[in-house]
DNA sequence: AAAATTTGACCTAG
DNA sequence: CTAGGTCAAATTTT
């Protein structure tokens, strides 16, 4: 276990590090399209700034194996030595064939009333085989599913595990997508209020093998796909969030991995076959950003894969976004009770993030 | 034994 | 009434 978790924080340094430049890239870009509003960089900026916090942090904490507490904030970064050179990829990298002009362009558009509930829709798609890498660095319950009309498949309603323990009321909602059953439409509601932060390494071990548990109980439903992935890289990861709203990065309590292994692992040196530490994601810290012109539409692609983006030149072909809103009014209502804890919730956006650190 | 998932019933907005 | 969301008892997993 040592060693794996060991290769996991490297991988999940690394990760952080190549993150950090991909999202200089797209800030680049964003800063040479003109339609791109100043809130879509302050967001990309804020975003290299926890990826190169997050990356300092483990290095820290691989660096002293004994360390408690860690506060990122301590950490200045006074040697910002890594280079470029990190990446065996940082040849493709210069190509800037990257058209997410696309997705900075339209913001701000046709803005919509927002819910008081943040949710977001996010989709994952991990073509290369992990069938489901939603794991997000936060423990959430399933508690329901549903088939919904003219979706091929049901829809999982998940809670946060710490909902009764730490009134944490954030759900996600699961639906695979009808023509690619590689992507999954991840919508988020509500925000953790849980200290379940990932300040650390979060979960070593294993993050997804639900999909193989029923594999290899019952192999029926699922529609057989190439399932003999094991040693596919999971190069073709993409991260699709869309409609973020008012959310603002800080040292969040959330360890995403990148989403770029495809570059580490495309080397020689495959380490575990069984790694499907496809953390990725994207933090949802959130709230204080001015809340006008809030569509940011951010795109995040691994080096190797702007390549392929630039090709096939998908982007945000379907404007699904159209879920925003309509979870308030409602949800409280069967529980009076609860109406109490959702307010102090949305008056204390700061609370969560303060946690870890006055502890 | 405890925790998580499954799944049909139940609830509510439209 | 219908579709989507949630509850909760039964089951399964750990």
Not at 40 to 61: C, D, G, H, N, P
Request: negative net charge; hydrophobic residues 30%.
């Amino acid at each position: 276990m040592d060693t794996a978790s060991k290769s996991w924080e490297q991988k999940s340094l690394v990760g952080e590090i190549i993150q950090g430049m991909e999202l200089a890239q797209q800030l680049r870009l964003s800063l040479s399209a003109t339609s791109t509003s100043s809130e879509t960089r302050e967001f990309l900026v804020q975003r290299i700034l926890t990826s190169y916090e997050k990356a300092l942090l483990l290095l820290q904490l691989s660096g002293t194996p004994q360390t408690p507490h860690v506060d990122a904030k301590s950490i200045v970064p006074q040697e910002s030595r890594m280079s470029a050179n990190t990446s065996p990829c940082g040849d493709d990298y210069n190509h800037r064939s990257f058209n997410d002009h696309q997705d900075l362009h339209e913001i701000s558009k046709k803005r919509k009333i927002m819910a008081k509930w943040t949710d977001h829709v996010i989709r994952v798609s991990s073509e290369n085989g992990i069938e489901g890498p939603h794991e997000d660095g936060h423990s959430w319950r399933k508690y329901g599913q549903k088939d919904i009309l003219g979706a091929k498949y049901p829809r999982s309603y998940y809670r946060c595990t710490f909902r009764n323990t730490q009134n944490c009321w954030a759900t996600k909602q699961v639906q695979r997508s009808d023509e690619d059953p590689t992507i999954f439409e991840i919508t988020y509601k509500g925000k953790h209020t849980c200290s379940h932060g990932s300040t650390s390494v979060p979960p070593p071990p294993s993050p997804e093998q639900k999909e193989q548990k029923r594999h290899k109980r019952e192999n029926i439903s699922e529609p057989q796909q190439s399932q003999v992935n094991q040693m596919s890289f999971p190069t073709n990861l993409r991260v699709d969030t869309e409609n973020l709203e008012d959310r603002e990065m800080m040292a969040s309590p959330f360890a995403f991995t990148s989403t770029s292994f495809g570059c580490m692992m495309s080397g020689d040196d495959f380490l575990s076959p069984m790694f499907d530490n496809e953390n990725f994601f994207s933090d949802f810290s959130q709230h204080l950003l001015s809340p006008a012109a809030g569509e940011s539409n951010y795109h995040l692609a691994p080096p190797s894969q702007m390549r392929n983006i630039a090709v096939n030149g998908q982007l945000s072909e379907s404007d699904h976004t159209e879920i925003i809103s309509a979870t308030n009014s409602s949800t409280n209502s069967p529980i009076p009770d609860m109406d109490f804890p959702l307010d102090l919730v949305e008056f204390d956006p700061n609370f969560q993030f303060d946690a870890p650190e006055f502890f």
